[in-house]
């Protein structure tokens, strides 16, 4: 079964992309990591969590079940 994200309106997904460009980039780089970089890839991943979180509760609010509450759901019973 195929499920639609519904993301609200929210850049998610092009975070996820940001993040994932970032760790692409890193992939034949040899020497250390600069500590900007690491900031960069830090403060894209709390921003991802943090609209994770706002989505959810938007689904919660909407009464929206996502794939991953279904599940979870599934194996309690």
């Known amino acids: 079964m195929i499920f639609d994200f ?5 850049p998610l997904v092009a975070l996820k992309e940001q993040r994932r460009d970032l760790i692409v980039s890193l992939l034949d780089r040899t020497g250390p990591i600069s500590k900007e970089t690491i ?4 403060a894209i ?6 609209l994770e979180a706002v989505i959810v509760d938007l689904d919660a609010e909407m009464g929206i079940v996502s794939p ?3 599940l979870s759901a599934r194996s309690r019973h």
């Open 68 to 70: 991953s509450d279904d």
């Open 39 to 42: 900031a960069e890839i830090a």
């Open 6 to 10: 519904l993301d609200h309106g929210l």
């Open 45 to 50: 991943q709390q921003a991802i969590s943090a």
